[in-house]
């Protein structure tokens, strides 16, 4: 019986790289490589179009390329194991690059996963003021732009600073704008001899006539500590989370004054020093004078 190839004079085997691969066999090979790349095609607009719709459009960008190569190259291995062809020294020689490249690439796609957990877990986004601690040194900053691979943060000095996705990601991220409020907290010091009763009521007095402390939850002040030149007082009291770096500082004022006013001394550091002086006595015996000298506004 005449088969197709014989019929028309078509070979049945074609050689290839010094091999005879049967006609067939090419032609699921090229059926394969074929279907990847559409597959692939579809499955990137699938990720980018659908998938990927609450990502960035660069994340959802470098996503769409990732599944699109991998693809590729998933059909490519595949044709080449229906082809026949003897590939041990290719696969051989791609065994060792893809041993050299992972080790190369290896921070990049910790860093491309870390970012996309970023977008999943979003313990931040942009325009948040964050503080950053654990693995990283610590980092006061506001986010000003999350990528794929990096993360960047507008210090509060003025200057930049990106950080790989995976050092952000495993670090302990404080951020501070997650609630409405935030609490201020300031440390009062009064002198030893004064009333702290009649300073708590001063302060709590003008923290009840300031509009943008919060009655709810209320203010706190109260005495933590003896210190050695005086009593230190805290005050925390809750003001709007937009409102929260000028009211601290419009509060440190506003607490010292009120307490000047109300005649509260707010002592420096106190030291009482002893001179011990050395003199001829009487009948040439050693005698000593002790002098002591009270500074009450050494520094």
């Given at each position: 019986?005449?088969?197709?190839?014989?019929?028309?004079?078509?070979?049945?085997?074609?050689?290839?790289?010094?091999?005879?691969?049967?006609?067939?066999r090419i032609l699921i090979?090229?059926?394969?490589?074929?279907a990847g790349f559409g597959?692939?095609?579809?499955?990137?607009?699938?990720?980018?179009?659908?998938?990927?719709?609450?990502?960035?459009?660069?994340?959802?960008?470098?996503?769409?390329?990732?599944?699109?190569?991998?693809?590729?190259?998933?059909?490519?291995?595949?044709?080449?194991?229906?082809?026949?062809?003897?590939?041990?020294?290719?696969?051989?020689?791609?065994?060792?690059?893809?041993?050299?490249?992972?080790?190369?690439?290896?921070?990049?796609?910790?860093?491309?996963?870390?970012?996309?957990?970023?977008?999943?877990?979003?313990?931040?986004?942009?325009?948040?003021?964050?503080?950053?601690?654990?693995?990283?040194?610590?980092?006061?900053?506001?986010?000003?732009?999350?990528?794929?691979?990096?993360?960047?943060?507008?210090?509060?000095?003025?200057?930049?600073?990106?950080?790989?996705?995976?050092?952000?990601?495993?670090?302990?991220?404080?951020?501070?704008?997650?609630?409405?409020?935030?609490?201020?907290?300031?440390?009062?010091?009064?002198?030893?001899?004064?009333?702290?009763?009649?300073?708590?009521?001063?302060?709590?007095?003008?923290?009840?006539?300031?509009?943008?402390?919060?009655?709810?939850?209320?203010?706190?002040?109260?005495?933590?500590?003896?210190?050695?030149?005086?009593?230190?007082?805290?005050?925390?009291?809750?003001?709007?989370?937009?409102?929260?770096?000028?009211?601290?500082?419009?509060?440190?004022?506003?607490?010292?004054?009120?307490?000047?006013?109300?005649?509260?001394?707010?002592?420096?550091?106190?030291?009482?020093?002893?001179?011990?002086?050395?003199?001829?006595?009487?009948?040439?015996?050693?005698?000593?004078?002790?002098?002591?000298?009270?500074?009450?506004?050494?520094?």
């Open positions: 019986m005449l088969t197709i190839q014989a019929l028309f004079g078509i070979p049945s085997t074609v050689d290839v790289l010094g091999t005879e691969v049967e006609l067939l090979t090229i059926v394969v490589i074929a597959f692939a095609r579809f499955f990137r607009i699938l990720a980018t179009r659908y998938i990927g719709t609450k990502l960035p459009p660069e994340t959802r960008n470098n996503l769409g390329k990732v599944s699109y190569y991998a693809i590729i190259a998933i059909a490519l291995l595949s044709a080449l194991g229906v082809s026949g062809l003897d590939l041990s020294g290719v696969f051989l020689a791609g065994g060792i690059a893809g041993i050299v490249i992972g080790f190369a690439t290896q921070s990049l796609f910790s860093n491309l996963i870390s970012g996309i957990f970023l977008y999943i877990d979003k313990p931040m986004k942009i325009g948040d003021p964050v503080f950053i601690t654990g693995k990283l040194p610590d980092i006061a900053a506001v986010v000003v732009e999350i990528n794929t691979l990096s993360t960047r943060f507008r210090m509060f000095d003025g200057t930049y600073v990106r950080l790989p996705n995976t050092e952000v990601f495993s670090s302990e991220i404080r951020n501070f704008s997650g609630t409405a409020a935030r609490r201020v907290e300031i440390q009062v010091r009064i002198a030893l001899h004064e009333d702290a009763a009649r300073a708590i009521e001063i302060i709590n007095k003008s923290l009840r006539e300031t509009p943008l402390v919060l009655v709810e939850p209320a203010p706190d002040v109260y005495v933590n500590d003896i210190g050695e030149s005086g009593v230190n007082i805290n005050v925390w009291c809750w003001v709007p989370f937009t409102h929260w770096f000028p009211m601290k500082k419009q509060l440190v004022q506003q607490v010292k004054a009120e307490l000047d006013r109300n005649g509260i001394e707010i002592p420096l550091p106190q030291r009482k020093i002893q001179l011990h002086r050395r003199r001829d006595g009487k009948n040439g015996s050693i005698g000593s004078e002790v002098e002591e000298i009270d500074y009450d506004k050494l520094q």
